[in-house]
């Protein structure tokens, strides 16, 4: 009678996990889609990150109800990778899920200026059909999204990524291994 605990206390556990599963798999293949540009070399457009950047190596961070600190530093922290990658020819994406377009694009253009110039910061309607594309969980336990790939394919996928010594060397190592 004892492993009945136990087995109950796994079952949950592993609804725990199925619940903060987000985003698409390694081998999977990323898609086109237009959100709003707020910032970066698409800002001002609704051009299609994969398609402009097609099969160079990139980070697609899909955001919902993380703060905007959190943004704003994962802008500069991904600025500093791709300016640290250039040659590489590194790309990055933010999309923020947002039902309030214009309130969020005022919020963040205000927050991130210019810190971020070569990371591509996006808003997307929840209800928009790239959310199911890209499998993106829209639980409130699933904070961020993050994608890493390379020639189209995703090879790393992680979430709730916190910036963190320990997240941000767990972002780093997935993009270094996407470099190579």
Known sequence: MSALPTLAALA?????????????????SVTPFNPDHISGPLAGTTKCFVCANGRRPSVQVWVNGESAQYVAKLA??????????????LR????????DKAGTAKE??????????DVCLALLSPSDAAVGHYKINLDGSVKNTVMVYRD???EHAMTNVSLDPKGEKQLDGALAAVLK
């Open 108 to 117: 963040y253009k205000n927050l991130i200026g210019d810190k971020a110039s």
């Open 152 to 154: 189209m394919k995703i």
């Open 12 to 28: 949950i556990a592993s609804l725990g996990l199925a619940g903060a599963m987000s985003g698409l798999k390694p081998g999977e």
């Open 92 to 99: 990055a994406l933010i999309v923020v899920l947002t039902k």
């Open 76 to 89: 500069e922290h991904l600025e500093g990778q791709v300016q640290s990658h250039k040659e590489q020819q």
